[in-house]
């Protein structure tokens, strides 16, 4: 009786299933260019996605943020 109990306590202690991402979704491309500081103040997600509508995230010196699509992504 008391191993049920424990084991519904701590079930939701735990956090439940986590959601799966492929590797596909968890890769980033590099910003080339110059980000300016208030495009490295708009940082992405920890699954590297975008709040904004035609964003993208991708990685430069400031760490990684979120890109207008084809903004930074022509190389230099």
């Not at 500081?37 to 943020?65: A, E, L, P």
Request: charged share 20%; glycine share 6%; aromatic share 10%.
């Amino acid at each position: 009786l008391v191993v049920p109990m424990l084991l519904g306590m701590l079930r939701p202690a735990l956090g439940g299933i986590r959601r799966q991402y492929s590797s596909q979704q968890l890769s980033l491309e590099e910003c080339w260019g110059l980000p300016r500081v208030k495009d490295c103040s708009r940082k992405c997600s920890r699954t590297f996605k975008c709040m904004r509508v035609n964003h993208t995230c991708c990685w430069s010196y400031c760490g990684n943020i979120c890109a207008e699509n084809n903004k930074f992504f022509e190389r230099m």
